[in-house]
DNA sequence: CTCTGTCTCACCATTTCTGGGGAGGGGAAA
DNA sequence: TTTCCCCTCCCCAGAAATGGTGAGACAGAG
Protein backbone atom coordinates (compact mmCIF):
# COMPACT_ATOMS: atom_id res chain seq x y z
CA UNK A 1 0.00 0.00 0.00
CA UNK A 2 2.52 2.09 -0.51
CA UNK A 3 3.18 4.14 -3.72
CA UNK A 4 5.99 5.29 -6.11
CA UNK A 5 4.56 7.13 -8.98
CA UNK A 6 6.60 5.96 -11.93
CA UNK A 7 5.12 6.80 -14.93
CA UNK A 8 1.66 8.02 -14.99
CA UNK A 9 0.99 7.81 -18.78
CA UNK A 10 -1.03 4.47 -19.16
CA UNK A 11 -3.60 4.64 -17.35
CA UNK A 12 -5.63 5.17 -20.50
CA UNK A 13 -4.16 1.75 -22.30
CA UNK A 14 -5.27 -0.02 -18.79
CA UNK A 15 -8.38 1.35 -19.54
CA UNK A 16 -8.93 0.58 -22.68
CA UNK A 17 -7.62 -2.89 -22.44
CA UNK A 18 -9.76 -3.89 -19.58
CA UNK A 19 -12.68 -2.71 -20.93
CA UNK A 20 -11.50 -4.76 -24.15
CA UNK A 21 -11.23 -8.03 -22.00
CA UNK A 22 -14.60 -7.03 -20.18
CA UNK A 23 -16.21 -7.44 -23.86
CA UNK A 24 -13.95 -10.64 -24.91
CA UNK A 25 -15.54 -12.30 -21.85
CA UNK A 26 -18.66 -10.98 -21.54
CA UNK A 27 -17.52 -10.46 -18.02
CA UNK A 28 -19.90 -8.04 -15.97
CA UNK A 29 -17.03 -6.38 -13.90
CA UNK A 30 -13.32 -6.52 -14.03
CA UNK A 31 -11.35 -4.53 -11.70
CA UNK A 32 -8.74 -3.63 -9.58
CA UNK A 33 -9.10 -3.22 -5.99
CA UNK A 34 -7.23 0.72 -6.19
CA UNK A 35 -5.69 -0.19 -2.96
CA UNK A 36 -4.75 3.42 -2.39
CA UNK A 37 -5.00 4.55 1.51
CA UNK A 38 -5.63 8.06 0.92
CA UNK A 39 -8.41 7.26 -1.45
CA UNK A 40 -7.06 7.91 -4.48
CA UNK A 41 -7.87 5.76 -7.92
CA UNK A 42 -4.58 4.28 -8.82
CA UNK A 43 -6.15 1.61 -10.94
CA UNK A 44 -9.11 1.48 -13.33
CA UNK A 45 -12.05 -0.86 -13.46
CA UNK A 46 -15.70 -1.41 -14.44
CA UNK A 47 -17.22 -0.81 -11.04
CA UNK A 48 -19.70 1.97 -10.57
CA UNK A 49 -18.20 5.09 -8.94
CA UNK A 50 -20.67 5.16 -6.80
CA UNK A 51 -19.69 1.69 -5.58
CA UNK A 52 -15.70 3.03 -5.05
CA UNK A 53 -16.22 5.75 -3.34
CA UNK A 54 -19.07 4.02 -0.32
CA UNK A 55 -15.90 1.02 -0.41
CA UNK A 56 -13.44 3.73 0.33
CA UNK A 57 -16.15 5.97 2.72
CA UNK A 58 -17.13 2.88 4.46
CA UNK A 59 -13.38 1.50 5.30
CA UNK A 60 -14.13 -1.68 3.47
CA UNK A 61 -10.89 -2.23 2.75
CA UNK A 62 -10.49 -3.72 6.31
CA UNK A 63 -13.43 -5.46 5.90
CA UNK A 64 -13.48 -7.42 2.81
CA UNK A 65 -12.99 -10.79 2.51
CA UNK A 66 -11.41 -10.61 -0.84
CA UNK A 67 -8.67 -8.08 0.71
CA UNK A 68 -8.16 -9.42 3.47
CA UNK A 69 -7.63 -13.14 2.28
CA UNK A 70 -6.01 -12.87 -0.80
CA UNK A 71 -3.18 -10.89 1.06
CA UNK A 72 -2.35 -13.36 3.18
CA UNK A 73 -2.74 -15.98 0.42
CA UNK A 74 -0.15 -16.81 -2.74
CA UNK A 75 -2.64 -18.12 -5.10
CA UNK A 76 -5.62 -17.04 -7.15
CA UNK A 77 -8.98 -17.23 -5.51
CA UNK A 78 -12.59 -18.11 -6.01
CA UNK A 79 -14.48 -16.10 -3.79
CA UNK A 80 -16.32 -19.13 -2.75
CA UNK A 81 -13.26 -20.31 -1.06
CA UNK A 82 -12.70 -17.17 1.13
CA UNK A 83 -14.46 -16.50 4.68
CA UNK A 84 -17.36 -15.04 5.25
CA UNK A 85 -18.79 -15.83 8.22
CA UNK A 86 -18.12 -12.56 10.42
CA UNK A 87 -21.43 -10.59 10.69
CA UNK A 88 -18.94 -7.63 8.79
CA UNK A 89 -18.16 -9.62 6.06
CA UNK A 90 -21.57 -11.05 5.84
CA UNK A 91 -23.22 -7.18 5.93
CA UNK A 92 -20.37 -6.38 3.46
CA UNK A 93 -21.30 -8.94 0.88
CA UNK A 94 -25.40 -7.92 0.84
CA UNK A 95 -24.27 -3.76 0.64
CA UNK A 96 -22.20 -5.14 -2.08
CA UNK A 97 -24.80 -6.91 -4.04
CA UNK A 98 -26.90 -4.18 -3.81
CA UNK A 99 -24.63 -1.89 -5.70
CA UNK A 100 -24.84 -4.21 -8.38
CA UNK A 101 -21.17 -6.75 -7.79
CA UNK A 102 -21.57 -9.85 -8.92
CA UNK A 103 -22.40 -13.30 -7.11
CA UNK A 104 -19.66 -14.91 -8.34
CA UNK A 105 -15.73 -13.43 -8.14
CA UNK A 106 -12.39 -14.72 -8.82
CA UNK A 107 -9.21 -12.84 -7.70
CA UNK A 108 -5.45 -12.76 -8.00
CA UNK A 109 -2.99 -11.32 -5.96
CA UNK A 110 -0.11 -9.71 -6.93
CA UNK A 111 3.29 -7.41 -5.20
CA UNK A 112 5.40 -5.28 -5.68
CA UNK A 113 8.89 -4.65 -4.39
CA UNK A 114 7.85 -2.27 -1.55
CA UNK A 115 4.92 -4.31 0.09
CA UNK A 116 2.55 -2.80 -2.36
CA UNK A 117 -0.51 -5.27 -2.87
CA UNK A 118 -2.85 -4.96 -5.25
CA UNK A 119 -5.87 -7.70 -6.81
CA UNK A 120 -6.98 -8.60 -9.82
CA UNK A 121 -10.59 -9.09 -9.99
CA UNK A 122 -12.98 -10.56 -12.50
CA UNK A 123 -16.81 -10.85 -11.31
CA UNK A 124 -20.20 -11.89 -12.72
CA UNK A 125 -23.80 -13.06 -11.50
CA UNK A 126 -24.35 -16.65 -12.74
CA UNK A 127 -24.41 -20.01 -11.09
CA UNK A 128 -21.38 -21.98 -9.69
CA UNK A 129 -21.05 -24.38 -12.87
CA UNK A 130 -20.86 -21.58 -15.00
CA UNK A 131 -18.52 -19.59 -13.22
CA UNK A 132 -16.22 -22.56 -12.38
CA UNK A 133 -15.96 -23.35 -16.30
CA UNK A 134 -15.44 -19.86 -16.99
CA UNK A 135 -12.54 -19.74 -14.54
CA UNK A 136 -10.70 -22.83 -15.42
CA UNK A 137 -10.84 -22.38 -19.39
CA UNK A 138 -9.32 -19.09 -18.81
CA UNK A 139 -7.41 -19.10 -15.53
CA UNK A 140 -3.93 -18.94 -17.98
CA UNK A 141 -5.27 -15.96 -19.60
CA UNK A 142 -6.73 -14.29 -16.07
CA UNK A 143 -3.58 -14.55 -14.36
CA UNK A 144 -1.01 -13.16 -17.73
CA UNK A 145 -3.77 -9.99 -17.66
CA UNK A 146 -3.54 -9.79 -13.74
CA UNK A 147 0.42 -9.58 -13.85
CA UNK A 148 0.30 -6.97 -16.78
CA UNK A 149 -1.97 -4.57 -15.00
CA UNK A 150 -1.25 -4.99 -11.29
CA UNK A 151 2.43 -4.42 -11.91
CA UNK A 152 1.31 -1.37 -14.18
CA UNK A 153 -1.07 -0.12 -11.91
CA UNK A 154 1.14 -0.72 -8.72
CA UNK A 155 3.68 1.23 -10.19
CA UNK A 156 0.80 3.90 -11.03
CA UNK A 157 0.13 3.92 -7.10
CA UNK A 158 -0.21 7.59 -6.05
CA UNK A 159 1.02 8.71 -2.64
CA UNK A 160 4.41 9.91 -1.81
CA UNK A 161 6.13 11.53 -4.77
CA UNK A 162 9.56 11.99 -4.69
CA UNK A 163 10.75 10.27 -1.30
CA UNK A 164 12.57 7.55 -3.13
CA UNK A 165 12.73 5.03 -0.94
CA UNK A 166 15.93 5.17 0.84
CA UNK A 167 18.11 2.19 1.32
CA UNK A 168 18.98 1.56 5.08
CA UNK A 169 22.65 0.57 5.58
CA UNK A 170 23.52 -3.51 6.58
CA UNK A 171 23.09 -2.51 10.24
CA UNK A 172 20.19 -1.04 10.25
CA UNK A 173 18.38 -3.63 8.29
CA UNK A 174 19.45 -5.95 11.17
CA UNK A 175 18.88 -3.47 14.16
CA UNK A 176 15.19 -3.14 12.83
CA UNK A 177 14.90 -7.01 12.12
CA UNK A 178 16.07 -8.08 15.56
CA UNK A 179 13.40 -5.25 16.75
CA UNK A 180 10.88 -6.66 14.81
CA UNK A 181 11.18 -10.14 16.10
CA UNK A 182 11.20 -8.76 19.85
CA UNK A 183 14.14 -7.77 20.97
CA UNK A 184 14.63 -4.91 23.48
CA UNK A 185 17.47 -2.59 22.11
CA UNK A 186 19.76 -3.81 24.97
CA UNK A 187 19.19 -7.22 23.47
CA UNK A 188 19.99 -5.99 20.01
CA UNK A 189 22.84 -4.32 21.26
CA UNK A 190 24.19 -7.15 22.70
CA UNK A 191 23.54 -9.50 20.09
CA UNK A 192 25.23 -7.37 17.14
CA UNK A 193 28.03 -7.03 19.73
CA UNK A 194 27.88 -2.98 19.87
CA UNK A 195 26.93 -0.58 22.72
CA UNK A 196 23.84 0.20 23.13
CA UNK A 197 24.36 4.32 22.43
CA UNK A 198 25.41 2.45 19.04
CA UNK A 199 22.19 0.91 18.74
CA UNK A 200 20.58 3.52 19.01
CA UNK A 201 22.58 5.69 16.20
CA UNK A 202 21.14 2.90 13.83
CA UNK A 203 18.00 3.30 15.10
CA UNK A 204 17.84 6.78 14.90
CA UNK A 205 18.93 7.00 11.60
CA UNK A 206 17.16 3.86 10.39
CA UNK A 207 13.86 5.88 11.82
CA UNK A 208 15.18 9.03 10.33
CA UNK A 209 15.13 7.49 6.37
CA UNK A 210 11.69 6.33 6.87
CA UNK A 211 10.09 9.15 8.01
CA UNK A 212 8.94 7.61 10.96
CA UNK A 213 7.92 8.80 14.15
CA UNK A 214 9.03 6.08 16.25
CA UNK A 215 10.78 2.88 16.56
CA UNK A 216 7.40 0.76 16.28
CA UNK A 217 6.76 2.62 13.39
CA UNK A 218 10.28 2.48 11.83
CA UNK A 219 9.96 -1.19 12.10
CA UNK A 220 6.30 -1.12 10.37
CA UNK A 221 7.69 0.84 7.21
CA UNK A 222 10.64 -1.02 6.98
CA UNK A 223 8.52 -4.34 6.62
CA UNK A 224 5.93 -2.97 4.65
CA UNK A 225 8.22 -1.63 2.20
CA UNK A 226 9.79 -5.04 2.16
CA UNK A 227 13.27 -3.67 3.22
CA UNK A 228 12.99 -5.86 6.24
CA UNK A 229 11.57 -9.19 5.93
CA UNK A 230 10.82 -11.08 9.20
CA UNK B 1 12.86 -14.99 2.49
CA UNK B 2 10.65 -16.05 4.66
CA UNK B 3 9.51 -19.82 4.92
CA UNK B 4 6.31 -21.11 5.51
CA UNK B 5 6.45 -25.19 4.57
CA UNK B 6 3.01 -26.04 3.82
CA UNK B 7 2.83 -28.95 1.49
CA UNK B 8 6.48 -30.47 0.54
CA UNK B 9 5.03 -33.31 -1.92
CA UNK B 10 5.39 -30.77 -5.07
CA UNK B 11 8.72 -30.61 -5.26
CA UNK B 12 9.17 -33.40 -7.76
CA UNK B 13 6.56 -32.01 -9.78
CA UNK B 14 8.39 -28.93 -9.85
CA UNK B 15 11.90 -30.75 -10.59
CA UNK B 16 10.12 -32.71 -13.60
CA UNK B 17 8.21 -29.50 -15.10
CA UNK B 18 11.19 -27.92 -14.92
CA UNK B 19 13.33 -30.22 -17.24
CA UNK B 20 10.25 -30.35 -19.40
CA UNK B 21 10.84 -27.12 -19.90
CA UNK B 22 14.45 -27.22 -20.25
CA UNK B 23 14.21 -29.43 -23.18
CA UNK B 24 11.69 -27.78 -24.69
CA UNK B 25 12.65 -24.52 -24.87
CA UNK B 26 16.52 -26.13 -25.69
CA UNK B 27 17.71 -23.97 -22.98
CA UNK B 28 20.47 -24.75 -20.85
CA UNK B 29 19.28 -23.49 -17.48
CA UNK B 30 16.33 -22.70 -15.61
CA UNK B 31 16.39 -22.40 -12.16
CA UNK B 32 15.23 -21.07 -8.75
CA UNK B 33 17.27 -18.99 -7.00
CA UNK B 34 16.52 -20.81 -3.87
CA UNK B 35 16.63 -17.55 -2.07
CA UNK B 36 15.81 -19.30 1.61
CA UNK B 37 18.17 -17.23 4.03
CA UNK B 38 19.24 -20.39 5.87
CA UNK B 39 20.84 -21.99 3.02
CA UNK B 40 18.19 -24.55 2.32
CA UNK B 41 17.37 -25.80 -1.03
CA UNK B 42 13.63 -25.20 -2.00
CA UNK B 43 13.55 -24.48 -4.85
CA UNK B 44 14.84 -26.50 -8.22
CA UNK B 45 16.80 -26.03 -11.08
CA UNK B 46 19.08 -27.55 -13.00
CA UNK B 47 22.53 -25.36 -12.38
CA UNK B 48 25.20 -27.56 -11.19
CA UNK B 49 25.35 -28.36 -7.55
CA UNK B 50 28.60 -26.82 -7.25
CA UNK B 51 27.68 -23.75 -8.55
CA UNK B 52 24.86 -23.58 -5.88
CA UNK B 53 27.07 -24.12 -2.93
CA UNK B 54 30.10 -21.61 -4.24
CA UNK B 55 26.92 -19.25 -4.51
CA UNK B 56 26.02 -19.93 -1.07
CA UNK B 57 29.27 -19.86 0.57
CA UNK B 58 29.94 -16.71 -1.34
CA UNK B 59 27.17 -14.62 -0.22
CA UNK B 60 26.32 -14.11 -3.50
CA UNK B 61 22.93 -13.30 -2.98
CA UNK B 62 24.18 -10.09 -1.46
CA UNK B 63 25.95 -9.12 -4.51
CA UNK B 64 24.43 -11.01 -7.57
CA UNK B 65 22.76 -8.15 -9.69
CA UNK B 66 20.07 -10.42 -11.09
CA UNK B 67 18.84 -10.56 -6.89
CA UNK B 68 19.40 -7.02 -6.26
CA UNK B 69 18.12 -5.69 -9.89
CA UNK B 70 14.73 -8.07 -9.49
CA UNK B 71 14.19 -7.21 -5.54
CA UNK B 72 12.97 -3.91 -6.30
CA UNK B 73 11.63 -4.21 -9.73
CA UNK B 74 8.20 -4.95 -10.91
CA UNK B 75 8.85 -6.69 -14.20
CA UNK B 76 10.60 -9.61 -15.73
CA UNK B 77 14.13 -8.53 -16.67
CA UNK B 78 16.59 -8.92 -19.30
CA UNK B 79 20.06 -9.58 -17.56
CA UNK B 80 21.80 -7.04 -19.91
CA UNK B 81 19.83 -4.06 -18.63
CA UNK B 82 20.88 -4.72 -14.98
CA UNK B 83 23.74 -2.84 -13.35
CA UNK B 84 26.85 -4.65 -13.29
CA UNK B 85 28.99 -1.71 -12.90
CA UNK B 86 30.30 -2.51 -9.39
CA UNK B 87 33.49 -4.04 -8.82
CA UNK B 88 31.78 -7.16 -6.83
CA UNK B 89 29.17 -7.63 -9.95
CA UNK B 90 32.20 -7.96 -11.95
CA UNK B 91 33.71 -10.25 -10.01
CA UNK B 92 30.76 -11.96 -9.63
CA UNK B 93 29.87 -12.26 -13.25
CA UNK B 94 33.09 -13.46 -14.47
CA UNK B 95 32.65 -16.35 -11.73
CA UNK B 96 29.76 -17.07 -12.92
CA UNK B 97 31.05 -17.45 -16.27
CA UNK B 98 33.73 -19.94 -15.12
CA UNK B 99 30.74 -21.82 -13.86
CA UNK B 100 29.29 -22.06 -16.85
CA UNK B 101 26.58 -20.03 -16.47
CA UNK B 102 24.99 -18.71 -19.76
CA UNK B 103 26.03 -15.15 -20.47
CA UNK B 104 22.41 -14.33 -21.87
CA UNK B 105 19.52 -14.34 -19.09
CA UNK B 106 15.90 -13.37 -18.39
CA UNK B 107 14.53 -12.97 -14.86
CA UNK B 108 11.06 -12.82 -13.55
CA UNK B 109 10.21 -11.52 -10.16
CA UNK B 110 7.46 -12.62 -7.89
CA UNK B 111 6.60 -12.02 -4.27
CA UNK B 112 4.36 -13.79 -1.30
CA UNK B 113 2.65 -12.52 1.26
CA UNK B 114 4.95 -11.97 3.94
CA UNK B 115 7.77 -10.55 1.97
CA UNK B 116 8.98 -13.29 0.24
CA UNK B 117 10.76 -13.44 -2.95
CA UNK B 118 12.00 -15.39 -5.41
CA UNK B 119 13.28 -15.40 -9.13
CA UNK B 120 12.62 -17.33 -12.21
CA UNK B 121 15.20 -17.46 -14.41
CA UNK B 122 16.18 -18.78 -17.91
CA UNK B 123 19.67 -18.18 -19.21
CA UNK B 124 21.64 -19.61 -22.15
CA UNK B 125 25.00 -18.76 -23.94
CA UNK B 126 24.10 -17.23 -27.79
CA UNK B 127 24.22 -13.74 -28.98
CA UNK B 128 22.05 -11.04 -28.38
CA UNK B 129 19.71 -11.28 -31.66
CA UNK B 130 18.84 -15.07 -31.22
CA UNK B 131 18.31 -14.24 -27.19
CA UNK B 132 16.15 -11.35 -27.89
CA UNK B 133 13.73 -13.17 -29.88
CA UNK B 134 13.55 -15.94 -27.83
CA UNK B 135 12.44 -13.71 -25.00
CA UNK B 136 10.04 -11.91 -26.94
CA UNK B 137 8.25 -15.29 -28.73
CA UNK B 138 8.34 -16.71 -24.97
CA UNK B 139 7.56 -13.88 -22.74
CA UNK B 140 3.79 -15.02 -22.10
CA UNK B 141 5.25 -19.09 -21.18
CA UNK B 142 7.42 -17.49 -19.06
CA UNK B 143 5.78 -15.52 -17.23
CA UNK B 144 3.15 -18.03 -16.42
CA UNK B 145 5.89 -20.64 -15.41
CA UNK B 146 7.09 -17.88 -13.40
CA UNK B 147 4.13 -17.38 -11.54
CA UNK B 148 3.27 -21.25 -11.12
CA UNK B 149 6.81 -22.19 -10.11
CA UNK B 150 7.41 -19.51 -7.79
CA UNK B 151 4.77 -18.92 -6.31
CA UNK B 152 5.18 -23.01 -5.60
CA UNK B 153 8.50 -22.66 -4.68
CA UNK B 154 7.74 -19.71 -2.42
CA UNK B 155 5.03 -21.96 -0.43
CA UNK B 156 7.64 -24.94 0.30
CA UNK B 157 10.29 -22.75 0.85
CA UNK B 158 11.57 -24.40 4.57
CA UNK B 159 12.01 -22.09 7.63
CA UNK B 160 8.61 -22.15 10.20
CA UNK B 161 5.59 -24.18 10.48
CA UNK B 162 2.48 -22.87 10.06
CA UNK B 163 1.41 -20.75 13.34
CA UNK B 164 -2.21 -21.26 14.04
CA UNK B 165 -3.13 -17.59 14.12
CA UNK B 166 -5.28 -16.17 16.75
CA UNK B 167 -7.60 -13.52 15.36
CA UNK B 168 -7.47 -9.88 16.86
CA UNK B 169 -10.39 -8.25 18.39
CA UNK B 170 -11.61 -5.21 16.51
CA UNK B 171 -10.46 -2.90 18.83
CA UNK B 172 -6.98 -4.73 18.76
CA UNK B 173 -6.94 -4.19 15.17
CA UNK B 174 -7.56 -0.52 15.16
CA UNK B 175 -4.84 -0.48 18.13
CA UNK B 176 -2.26 -2.26 16.80
CA UNK B 177 -2.98 -0.71 12.87
CA UNK B 178 -2.67 3.09 14.64
CA UNK B 179 0.60 1.87 16.43
CA UNK B 180 1.73 0.39 13.09
CA UNK B 181 1.58 4.10 11.48
CA UNK B 182 3.37 5.94 14.24
CA UNK B 183 0.92 7.01 16.44
CA UNK B 184 2.13 6.57 20.62
CA UNK B 185 -0.26 4.91 23.13
CA UNK B 186 -1.19 8.51 24.24
CA UNK B 187 -2.46 9.47 20.53
CA UNK B 188 -4.34 6.37 20.25
CA UNK B 189 -6.08 6.13 23.11
CA UNK B 190 -7.31 9.93 21.92
CA UNK B 191 -7.53 9.14 18.23
CA UNK B 192 -10.71 5.62 19.14
CA UNK B 193 -11.64 8.06 22.49
CA UNK B 194 -10.73 5.50 25.52
CA UNK B 195 -8.43 6.04 28.13
CA UNK B 196 -4.78 5.11 28.19
CA UNK B 197 -5.09 2.43 31.01
CA UNK B 198 -7.93 0.94 28.30
CA UNK B 199 -5.76 1.23 25.45
CA UNK B 200 -2.68 -1.07 27.43
CA UNK B 201 -5.39 -3.54 28.06
CA UNK B 202 -5.86 -3.79 24.13
CA UNK B 203 -2.31 -3.72 23.68
CA UNK B 204 -1.81 -6.46 26.24
CA UNK B 205 -4.35 -8.59 25.19
CA UNK B 206 -2.94 -8.41 21.50
CA UNK B 207 0.48 -9.08 22.69
CA UNK B 208 -0.34 -12.15 24.13
CA UNK B 209 -2.30 -13.24 21.54
CA UNK B 210 0.03 -12.81 18.59
CA UNK B 211 2.74 -14.41 21.19
CA UNK B 212 4.85 -10.56 20.73
CA UNK B 213 7.27 -9.49 23.28
CA UNK B 214 6.73 -6.33 23.19
CA UNK B 215 4.66 -3.93 21.26
CA UNK B 216 6.86 -3.57 18.50
CA UNK B 217 6.90 -7.30 18.45
CA UNK B 218 3.61 -7.46 18.30
CA UNK B 219 2.79 -4.58 15.47
CA UNK B 220 5.17 -6.88 13.34
CA UNK B 221 3.75 -10.31 13.94
CA UNK B 222 0.12 -8.59 13.27
CA UNK B 223 1.78 -6.89 9.89
CA UNK B 224 3.34 -10.14 8.95
CA UNK B 225 0.36 -12.43 9.51
CA UNK B 226 -1.27 -9.82 7.56
CA UNK B 227 -3.74 -9.08 10.26
CA UNK B 228 -3.12 -5.28 10.15
CA UNK B 229 -3.02 -3.56 6.76
CA UNK B 230 -0.77 -0.72 6.51
C1' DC C 1 42.23 12.58 -3.01
C1' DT C 2 38.26 14.48 -1.27
C1' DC C 3 33.64 13.44 0.01
C1' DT C 4 30.01 10.82 1.42
C1' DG C 5 28.26 7.19 4.15
C1' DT C 6 28.91 3.72 7.55
C1' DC C 7 30.22 2.16 12.04
C1' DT C 8 31.55 2.90 16.56
C1' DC C 9 31.43 5.25 21.22
C1' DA C 10 29.67 8.76 25.09
C1' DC C 11 26.38 11.82 28.41
C1' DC C 12 22.19 14.19 29.93
C1' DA C 13 17.23 14.80 31.40
C1' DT C 14 12.61 13.68 30.19
C1' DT C 15 8.98 11.07 28.42
C1' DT C 16 6.97 6.79 27.55
C1' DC C 17 6.24 2.01 28.14
C1' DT C 18 5.76 -2.13 30.89
C1' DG C 19 4.17 -5.46 34.39
C1' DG C 20 1.77 -6.36 38.30
C1' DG C 21 -2.65 -5.71 40.53
C1' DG C 22 -8.43 -5.29 40.49
C1' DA C 23 -13.45 -4.43 38.71
C1' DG C 24 -17.90 -3.98 36.30
C1' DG C 25 -21.24 -4.25 32.20
C1' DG C 26 -22.58 -6.26 27.87
C1' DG C 27 -23.25 -9.65 24.25
C1' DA C 28 -22.97 -14.10 22.05
C1' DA C 29 -22.72 -18.83 22.26
C1' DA C 30 -23.38 -23.37 24.28
C1' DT D 1 -28.28 -19.82 32.31
C1' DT D 2 -23.79 -19.96 32.67
C1' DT D 3 -19.59 -19.11 30.57
C1' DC D 4 -16.50 -16.83 27.79
C1' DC D 5 -14.86 -12.94 25.44
C1' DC D 6 -14.89 -8.04 24.53
C1' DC D 7 -14.93 -3.31 26.14
C1' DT D 8 -14.16 0.02 29.56
C1' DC D 9 -11.86 2.13 33.71
C1' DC D 10 -8.28 2.77 37.73
C1' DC D 11 -3.35 2.77 40.62
C1' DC D 12 1.71 2.43 41.05
C1' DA D 13 6.69 1.93 40.56
C1' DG D 14 10.46 0.41 37.92
C1' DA D 15 12.33 -0.28 33.32
C1' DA D 16 13.02 1.24 28.83
C1' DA D 17 12.99 4.43 25.11
C1' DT D 18 13.70 9.16 23.32
C1' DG D 19 15.91 13.63 21.82
C1' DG D 20 19.76 16.37 21.29
C1' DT D 21 24.84 16.90 20.63
C1' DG D 22 29.50 15.56 19.56
C1' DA D 23 33.37 12.90 17.54
C1' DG D 24 36.86 9.61 15.55
C1' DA D 25 38.01 5.77 12.06
C1' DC D 26 37.48 3.56 7.83
C1' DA D 27 35.77 2.32 3.27
C1' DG D 28 34.30 3.06 -1.39
C1' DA D 29 32.86 6.25 -5.21
C1' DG D 30 33.75 10.00 -8.10
Redesign the interface.
Known amino acids: ?IARLECADRLDELQSAIEWLRDHYAIEDMVYHWVS?NGEQYGCGTYDPKWVVRYLEKGY??IDPV??GC?????PVDWKRLDWSSKAARAFQKDAADHGIGNQGFSI?I?????QFALFTVSHTCGDEEWDSFTELNR?DL??YA?YFN?TA??LEPGRKPEPTQQLSPREVETMTL??????RAQVADTLNISEHTLRVYIESARFKLG??????A???A??R?QI??
Request: proline residues 5%.
Open positions: MSLRVIYQRFHPRGPNGRILHQLRLAVGYSALNTTHVARMSGVV
